[in-house]
């Protein structure tokens, strides 16, 4: 089963802060999936990023959920 490793973590949330140039990410396991942990921006949970590991290669995908009334 995938799962996430404490270091695969940090890299994830320097990655994450770098790139989209903003403080206060922050990645916290699941209790039921190893798969997959949340995404949090300053606490609030903004988001899951998924790991896939096939054929030796590992990639990550980023899903964000933004809610309707968030945009008001």
């Known amino acids: 089963m995938t799962h996430f490793t404490s270091d695969e973590l940090r890299k994830l949330e320097q990655y994450l ?3 989209l140039k ?3 990410v922050t ?3 699941r209790e039921r999936a190893q798969d997959s942990v949340e ?3 300053d606490g609030e949970f ?3 990023i998924y790991k896939d590991t ?3 290669d ?3 995908d980023l899903n964000i959920a933004i809610l309707d009334i968030d945009l008001k």
């Open 54 to 56: 096939e054929d030796g």
């Open 46 to 48: 903004v988001g899951t």
């Open 27 to 29: 990645l916290k396991k």
């Open 22 to 24: 903003i403080s206060g």
């Open 17 to 19: 802060a770098r790139k």
């Open 39 to 41: 995404v949090l921006l």
């Open 58 to 60: 590992t990639s990550y």
